[in-house]
C-alpha cells in the first residue's frame, strides 16, 4: 500500500490502484475563535514565522505546533503540499507518533495545531477551513481543497491470485462502501447506503462550510 503516487522509476511493472483519496484536515483545540488560515499563514506557523495565535486572528498565546514522525505518509503529504518539501521549524514543534496521538495532543493543548487524516477525526478538536474552503468530500474531488493524497495498494509481477481479488474487491461498490463508513473519501463517484449496522460517525464541520459553496 502507498500514500502517494509512485515515481516512473518507483512504479516500474507495478499497477497502482487508488482505492481511497485521504483528506488531510487542520485541526485546532475546540475552544480556539480561529476558523480559517491561508495557506501562507499554515506555512508561516510551520516554518515559525507566525507564532502567535494573535497574529491570525485569535487569542494572544503562543501557537504549539505538532507535526506527526518523518516516516508519517500524512506528514509526507503535508511538508509536500505546505511545507514545498521543506522541513517544519516552529519553536513549539511537539512530534506525535501516531494520528491518534496527535488528536489526543490538540484536544488537550489549547494552543495547539496539527492535521490529521479524515479517517482519525476526534468530535473534541476543530477542523479549520484553509483559504476559506472546508475539508470535504466535495471540496477534495472538485480540487478546490487542496490538502489531500492518494491512497494506493500496489500489485505486481509477484501478487498472488488472492491479492489480486482483494483489491477488486476494495474497488467494488461493497468494497467502496467500508471505505466510505471507515472515513474516507471514496475512489469513485457514488454516495454508498448507510447501513444501521455500520453507521458513519459525522465529522466536524467549519463554521466556514456554511458560507463556501461547491
Known amino acids: 500500500m502507498a500514500s502517494r503516487a509512485l515515481t516512473a522509476e518507483e512504479s516500474a511493472e507495478i499497477t497502482q490502484h487508488q482505492v481511497a483519496v ?9 475552544s480556539n475563535p480561529v476558523e480559517d ?5 499554515l506555512q508561516g506557523i510551520y516554518q515559525g514565522r507566525v507564532t502567535n495565535w494573535k497574529d491570525v486572528g ?19 503529504a503535508f511538508d509536500k503540499i505546505v511545507l514545498d518539501k521543506q522541513n517544519p521549524n516552529a519553536p513549539n514543534l511537539q512530534e506525535a507518533i501516531t494520528a491518534g496521538d496527535m488528536a ?19 468530535p473534541d478538536i476543530k477542523v ?10 466535495e471540496t477534495a474531488r472538485s480540487g478546490s481543497y487542496r490538502l489531500v493524497r492518494p491512497l494506493l495498494f500496489l500489485t505486481g509481477p509477484l501478487t498472488q491470485p488472492l491479492g489480486q481479488t482483494f ?6 461498490e461493497e468494497g467502496q462502501e467500508h471505505v466510505a463508513a471507515s472515513g474516507w473519501v471514496t475512489a469513485k463517484l457514488y454516495v454508498p ?4 449496522e455500520r453507521v458513519r460517525r459525522p465529522r466536524p464541520t467549519p463554521p466556514c462550510c456554511s458560507t463556501h459553496s461547491t
Open 128 to 137: 479549520l477551513c484553509v483559504d476559506g474552503v472546508p475539508p470535504s468530500e
Open 37 to 41: 488560515l491561508t495557506l501562507e499563514q
Open 167 to 172: 483489491v477488486e474487491f476494495a474497488l467494488s
Open 22 to 30: 485521504d483528506v488531510i484536515a487542520i485541526a485546532a483545540h475546540i
Open 58 to 76: 485569535g487569542l494572544d498565546a503562543p501557537i504549539t505546533v505538532v507535526v506527526r514522525g518523518k516516516n508519517s505518509g500524512t506528514r509526507g
Open 193 to 196: 447506503p448507510v447501513r444501521a
Open 104 to 122: 489526543a495532543i490538540i484536544g488537550n493543548d489549547p494552543s495547539a495545531i496539527g492535521y490529521v487524516g479524515f479517517g482519525n477525526l476526534e
